[in-house]
């Protein structure tokens, strides 16, 4: 190149695929973003520029050098949008284990100092055995994913009239509505 400059060859598109098999595909596509995406290489296929190829698909050259990356890689399913991975959970099988364990055990009220366990209870018994430092919501869902539910007591009312919960049960209650 003039001026010690070196340009990059563009990555080549599929050989098994053309124009009108990729128009196909965006054709069939029940996802829009993937639709675009493959109308956009399609343009490429029939002698358009990388850049009038971004400017269809609205996006720029490095994200249509991308499209083509992952559809030389896995055809057209390669541009659907995929659900990110996440953050990698806290808790691992071991840590399940020893709580599924500490839960069926249950606890020993001269060893732990409870006489049930309670989410807090079991927090710092992560803490205490493996170092892991677990949020409320978490380890609730967490004791959810491992089958387990949080029980409580009904609560009570502190005005509560016993004589008419006697007569809600009898069923003595006056009629809602009358004959006029």
């Given amino acids: 190149m003039a001026n010690g400059q070196e340009f ?6 599929r050989t098994d695929f053309d124009a009108v098999t990729v ?3 965006a054709r069939k596509s029940k996802d829009g973003a993937q639709a675009r995406r493959l109308l956009a290489l399609a343009a490429i296929y029939e002698g358009s520029s990388r850049t ?3 400017r269809l698909g609205s996006v720029t050259v490095q994200i249509v050098r991308d499209w083509v990356l992952k559809f030389s890689a896995s055809g057209p399913d390669g541009l659907i949008d995929r659900k990110a991975p996440g953050k990698p959970p806290l808790l691992n099988a071991t840590h399940r284990a020893a709580l599924l364990e500490a839960i069926e055990g249950g606890p020993i009220p001269a060893a ?3 006489v049930r ?3 807090i209870d079991l927090a710092q018994m992560l803490w205490d055995d493996f ?5 409320r919501p978490t380890r609730s869902r967490e004791l959810r994913a491992l089958g387990y539910r949080k029980l409580s007591a009904r609560p009570k009312h502190h005005a509560q ?10 069923g003595a209650l006056p009629p809602s509505w009358t004959r006029s």
């Fill in 131 to 135: 170092s892991v430092s677990v949020s």
């Fill in 23 to 25: 128009r196909s595909a």
């Fill in 8 to 13: 990059a060859m563009p990555t080549a598109l």
């Fill in 112 to 114: 732990h100092g409870v």
């Fill in 117 to 119: 366990w309670r989410i």
């Fill in 52 to 54: 009038e190829a971004a």
């Fill in 161 to 170: 009239d016993p004589e008419a919960i006697e007569a809600f049960k009898k």
